[in-house]
C-alpha cells in the first residue's frame, strides 16, 4: 500500500493592525502611549480580534505599556492566544499579559532558558526569533489567522520576513511630530526598489479618523 503523503501545513494568515497620527506617528516623542482611535476604530478592533486566533506583539511593548491583550467581556477559551515575541526573556512575572484572562505563549530564543508562571514558553532561532518557525508552530496548534499588534520593530520583521498579508492603519486627527517619536514600522526599513507593496482595498470614514485597509500584493 502507498502510504499518504502528509498535507503540508499552511501558516496562518498575518494581519497588521495599528493607529497613527496624521504625521505617521504612533505616540510622542517622550514614547509614551496615546489614544488616537476612535470609539468606533475601538469596536472595529474588538471585531478584528475575536476573528484570530492568536495576538502577537514584542516585548517592547509589554514593558512600555503592559496591556492586557485580551478582548473584554470574554472568557479565556474564548479568547485569543496571547503570544510575546521575547528574545531574552525580559517580560516582568508581574506583567498583565500572565493574567488568567488567556493562554500566553511567549517566544524566546533557543539559549534564553527563563520560565514564567502562567505562560508556555516556545524557543527558536539563534541570533533572532525565526518566525517562519514560530508561524509552523502556531499552525501546529490550530491558529489560522494571527494578529501583530505592535510594536514597530515587530511589525517591521513581519514585513521584512515577507509575512504581513493584511495591513489596517487608522489614521486620528492629532499631529505629535518629533524626530524620535515611534512610527507604525521601524526597524532597518527598505530600499526604494526592495519596499513592501500593497494594494489598498478599502478607505473609510471611521469617527474622527480613517480607516485603510490594504492586502499585500504576491506575485503570480
Not at 517622550?30 to 495576538?55: F, N, T
Request: charged residues 35%; proline residues 4%; neutral net charge.
Amino acid at each position: 500500500m502507498h502510504q499518504l503523503a502528509e498535507s503540508p501545513i499552511v501558516r496562518p494568515e498575518v494581519l497588521v493592525n495599528c493607529a497613527m497620527s496624521p504625521d505617521g506617528k504612533i505616540a510622542t516623542k517622550e514614547r509614551r502611549q496615546v489614544r488616537i482611535s476612535s470609539e468606533e476604530d475601538r469596536k472595529r478592533v474588538k471585531k478584528l480580534r475575536s476573528s484570530c486566533g492568536a495576538i502577537l506583539v514584542g516585548v517592547g511593548t509589554i514593558l512600555a505599556d503592559d496591556p492586557r491583550l485580551t478582548i473584554k467581556g470574554e472568557g479565556k477559551e474564548r479568547n485569543p492566544l496571547r503570544v510575546v515575541l521575547d528574545p531574552r526573556g525580559r517580560t516582568p512575572d508581574e506583567a498583565m499579559v500572565l493574567d488568567d484572562r488567556a493562554r500566553t505563549l511567549i517566544v524566546t530564543l533557543e539559549a534564553t532558558d527563563k520560565v514564567w508562571n502562567g505562560a508556555e514558553t516556545f524557543r527558536c532561532g539563534q541570533d533572532a526569533i525565526d518566525l517562519d518557525e514560530l508561524m509552523g508552530e502556531l499552525a501546529r496548534r490550530g491558529v489560522e489567522r494571527v494578529m501583530v499588534e505592535g510594536g514597530g520593530e515587530t511589525i517591521w520583521r513581519f514585513f521584512k520576513a515577507g509575512l504581513v498579508d493584511r495591513y489596517f492603519v487608522y489614521i486620528g486627527d492629532r499631529v505629535f511630530g518629533g524626530r524620535e517619536a515611534p512610527s507604525p514600522v521601524d526597524g532597518d526599513g527598505f530600499r526604494s526598489e526592495d519596499a513592501y507593496r500593497l494594494r489598498l482595498v478599502s478607505c473609510q470614514r471611521c469617527g474622527a479618523g480613517v480607516l485603510l485597509s490594504y492586502e499585500a500584493e504576491r506575485d503570480g
